[in-house]
C-alpha cells in the first residue's frame, strides 16, 4: 500500500528523481520517459471514461488503468540480476492475455477494413483513438529503453496489444465500425 504524507518532496528540484530502487536519474532519463508516458496515458484513459458514463467498456478501462500503474511500477526498478524477481510487481502474460480476450470479443462485432480509418468520428472514438497514439508513444520508449536495458518482455507486449484494443475501441464507439471515418488518399489535394 502507498502512503503520502506530503506531495511535495523537493528533492527533484535539481531535475533528478528517484527510481524505486533507490537510484536517482535525471528526469529526462529514457526510463522515465517511458513510465511518464505510461503515466500520461493512463490519464488519458482517465478522460476516456470521465467522457463514456455509462459505457460497456468502463469496467474494462478502470482495470486497464490499474495494469498500467503496474507497468509503472515494472519500469521504475531497473532490473537486478542479484534481486529476486518475486518480490517485485510485474507486468504478466495473463494480463496480456486478458487484451487479447477483450480484442477478439469486440471485434467479432465489427466488419473487417478495407481502408484506413481517420482518428475521429464520435467524441468517445476520437479518444480512444488520442489514447491509441499516447499509448504507441509509450512502446517506443520502452523500445528505446530496451535497447539500453533489460526490461520484462511483457511490457512491450501489453501495450502493443493495448493500442489494437483502443484502435477495436475506437471502431466500436463509431457506431461498431459504421461511423469510421475512412482515408481517403489524396483527398485533401
Known sequence: M?????????????GETGLGNG???PKDHIRVEAYGSVDEL???????LASAIGLES??????????????GA???????PNLSQKTRLRVSKEQVTKLESEIDRLNQRLAPLNSFVLPGGSPIAAWCHVARTVCRRAERLVVSLARQEIINEQILIYLNRLSDLLFVMARIHNDEG???VLWNPGAGK
Open 2 to 14: 502507498v502512503y503520502l504524507s506530503t506531495i511535495y518532496t523537493k528533492t527533484g528540484d535539481q
Open 74 to 80: 515494472d519500469l521504475c526498478v531497473p532490473e537486478d
Open 42 to 48: 493512463n490519464a488519458v484513459l482517465g478522460v476516456l
Open 58 to 71: 468502463n469496467g474494462f478501462l478502470l482495470g486497464i488503468q490499474n495494469d498500467l500503474f503496474d507497468v
Open 23 to 25: 537510484s536517482r536519474v
Open 178 to 180: 459504421n461511423g469510421d
